[in-house]
């Protein structure tokens, strides 16, 4: 119903201000508890990659990721070709 | 010349300006590239080994300038992370390989195919593609590969690309002879075309880039010579971190070999054929004697049963079957027919799918189940005991 | 650390758009059904549905430029305005972009109503109707977490909550109360030209 009284429509606007201000904060509190949900859920670390989905099994050593030891992958390059490429068996063709 | 020549490639990748002062400029493609590439017996490096020469050579017959060059940095193997690296921290070699296959089979296109979790693979090539030159860059484009184990076989690509959905067939055509768009489609993993990329610049493609994981000391991606034993492979990964029991070569479509059996084992594809295996995308993977076989099995198989493209019965039913075996298997609890019906029905559903994700898993299943068969006889004997 | 802090502040700012957007659209159907409550005259769900939509807007801009920025997706800003053009997931991307561009059609024409007159700005307000249900399938097919445990969750609950507000506007009894009155008159005036 329309406000009857000046003051009903004043605690009407400042229930609707209230409310306002409300969402408005919880919507930027909520921002930071998804991106942290979402986080929890899916990291995916851009450094490594993603992880693959591990078992809730013990050590699972071979079959999973393990490749993403504390977010940094190890490359490494072959030595020098001149000596080490001894070739003994050279890709020759044969699918 | 090898791919991970140059600065070190953990440090991400270099600008343009600087592989070009490393490398020399983008070499012009020029007709003798194919029998160039066909003398230095390239093979793919996407599985299946095929020669790449011969590759270019069917879709470049085809091609009247209007082909499509697919370059598959897919990846859906989970122990495989080689062509991320590669992308990554080489990503003007891959483009270089990509411009170069197009210009010489005759392709207006180019789709750098990206695994959509790889993020800082995708990542550094946008940035790489973006410093090219125009001429460089023409008919590039970038698509997501799903997360999904069969988005990077090659038919499935070619559907994504099509229908956007990744679904993997084996029958014909094949992708050289009608693949995106109806046109000759050239689908060649990134380390391919970045070994291509060096054989234009006169190298000789003689290396392997191989993912090491498991037990060892430093897991990762290792470039090593064709030929390579599994144990300088390992040894090159910081060596087992304990005694080794098993070696599993390919990744999930692949083998296990006893440690006997493969320690000395050169890591080239037709020596790794005659033991009995693939060397697959280039995954070795160390199970060591502390781990439990049947468990690590089981959870493979349920990972492969989970990534059924459920196109047809045989993979669909068949692999959650066997996986519903193993898993029972792995919690000790089977039923009496569990571990005949593991030999029985691997051995059925090869060669029966719509595509060869049902043969990669019972394969891998048929070779642990000769590795390992004394802990799954253990596991398939718990019932046997309790009901005598 | 700061490489993944826009991708996970691009899915929190999603997830809490689309809480908005039905907020707002529930609030909306709420305005146009004249609702209201001892304490809570009509007025309130009017200016709260327009407070809501200002404020929801603030965060679907920050959901789409974290995402446009975002280097790892490295989308680029073409992508928030021509649909379709992602690299990533294109379709579902894109209907993203489509629900941006009808939800600043709406916002726009709201803002601009005094000059386009009512009948222009109704007309493109219905499209709201539309931007709901195309940014929630955008959610599903293009979010990382699309069918993620918590924003399924986010998603039934503001479906719910649309969908039982719309299924009142259309199904529950006209709250005017000169409703039947006035269709009786009309009735009559029908009867009466066409005698």
Redesign the interface.
């Known amino acids: 119903?329309?406000?009857r009284s000046p003051d009903?429509?004043d605690?009407?606007?400042r229930?609707?201000r209230g409310?306002?201000a409300g969402?408005?904060a919880t919507?930027v509190g909520?921002?930071?508890?998804?991106?942290?949900?979402?986080?929890a859920?899916?990291?995916?670390?851009?450094?490594t990659?993603?992880r693959?989905?591990t078992?809730t099994?013990s050590?699972?050593?071979?079959?999973?990721?393990?490749?993403d030891?504390s977010g940094?992958?190890?490359?490494?390059?072959?030595p020098q070709?001149s000596s080490?490429?001894?070739?003994?068996?050279?890709?020759?063709?044969?699918? | 010349m090898n791919l991970f020549d140059g600065p070190d490639p953990r440090s991400g990748a270099e600008s343009l300006a600087d592989h070009e002062r490393r490398l020399g400029p983008l070499p012009t493609a020029r007709t003798d590239l194919i029998p160039a590439i066909e003398r230095s017996g390239l093979l793919g490096r996407g599985g299946a080994w095929f020669p790449v020469g011969t590759k270019w050579r069917s879709v470049a017959a085809r091609s009247r300038g209007a082909a499509v060059v697919l370059a598959n940095g897919a990846e859906g193997e989970p122990l495989s992370r080689k062509d991320q690296v590669l992308m990554w921290s080489r990503p003007h070699l891959v483009l270089d390989g990509a411009r170069l296959a197009a210009d010489v089979v005759g392709a207006d296109r180019v789709v750098l195919y990206v695994g959509e979790e790889h993020r800082a693979a995708a990542a550094s090539l946008a940035r790489a593609l973006a410093e090219r030159p125009a001429a460089q860059r023409r008919g590039f484009s970038m698509l997501a590969a799903p997360a999904r184990y069969v988005a990077g076989e090659e038919s499935a690509a070619v559907y994504f690309v099509n229908q956007g959905v990744a679904l993997p067939t084996a029958t014909p055509p094949r992708p050289y002879e009608r693949g995106v768009g109806g046109r000759p489609t050239l689908v060649q993993n990134v380390e391919s075309l970045a070994q291509a990329a060096l054989v234009a610049r006169g190298g000789r493609a003689g290396t392997v880039l191989l993912t090491v994981a498991g037990a060892v000391r430093r897991p990762g991606v290792v470039e090593v010579p064709a030929g390579t034993t599994v144990r300088e492979a390992v040894g090159r990964s910081g060596g087992a971190s304990g005694p080794p029991r098993a070696v599993l070569l390919g990744g999930y479509f692949g083998v296990w070999l006893e440690v006997g059996e493969a320690w000395q084992l050169p890591l080239d594809p037709a020596a790794v054929r005659a033991a009995g295996g693939s060397l697959g995308c280039g995954v070795l993977s160390v199970l060591p004697a502390a781990a439990s076989p049947v468990e690590e099995i089981a959870r493979v198989m349920s990972t492969l049963a989970g990534e059924s493209a459920a196109q047809c019965g045989p993979c669909f039913f068949g692999l959650r079957a066997l996986a519903g075996a193993c898993g029972r298997l792995a919690e000790r609890r089977p039923e009496p027919e569990d571990l005949d019906r593991l030999q029985r029905w691997s051995a059925e559903v090869r060669g029966r799918g719509a595509c060869r994700h049902p043969d990669g898993a019972a394969g891998f299943l048929q070779s642990a189940l000769r590795v390992f068969a004394h802990e799954f006889a253990v596991a398939g004997a718990g019932v046997r005991l309790r009901a005598a | 650390m700061n490489d993944t802090l826009l991708w996970y502040t691009t899915r929190g700012a999603g997830a809490v758009s689309l809480l908005l957007l039905s907020a707002v659209v529930t609030l909306g159907v709420l305005t146009a059904a004249r609702f209201e409550a001892p304490g809570w005259p009509r007025f309130v769900t009017a200016a709260l549905h327009r407070n809501l939509s200002l404020t929801a807007l603030v965060f679907l801009a920050l959901h789409v430029l974290t995402a446009v920025t975002d280097p790892f997706a490295h989308l680029g800003l073409t992508v928030a305005i021509v649909p379709f053009t992602s690299w990533y997931r294109p379709l579902w991307v894109g209907l993203g972009t489509i629900a941006v561009e009808l939800v600043v059609a709406v916002a726009v024409t709201s803002l601009l109503r005094r000059r386009l007159g009512h009948a222009a700005w109704r007309a493109v307000h219905w499209l709201a109707y539309a931007a709901w249900p195309v940014a929630l399938v955008h959610g599903v097919g293009a979010g990382t977490d699309g069918t993620s445990d918590w924003m399924v969750a986010i998603d039934v609950f503001s479906a719910g909550a649309v969908l039982t507000a719309v299924a009142g506007r259309l199904f529950a009894p006209r709250p005017d109360p000169l409703a039947d009155a006035r269709d009786r008159f009309r009735t009559r005036v029908q009867r009466e030209i066409s005698r």
């Not at chain 1, 909520?30 to 986080?39: E, M, N, P, S």
């Not at chain 1, 940094?72 to 072959?78: A, N, P, R």
Request: hydrophobic share 40%; glycine share 8%; charged share 5%.
């Open positions: 119903m329309t406000p009903a429509r605690g009407a606007l229930r609707l409310l306002t969402v408005a919507a909520a921002v930071a508890v998804f991106a942290a949900v979402a986080a859920t899916i990291p995916g670390q851009p450094g990659a993603a693959a989905t078992s099994s050590s699972s050593t071979v079959t999973s990721s393990s490749t030891t940094s992958l190890q490359i490494t390059s072959t070709t080490s490429s001894t070739q003994a068996h050279a890709t020759t063709g044969g699918s």
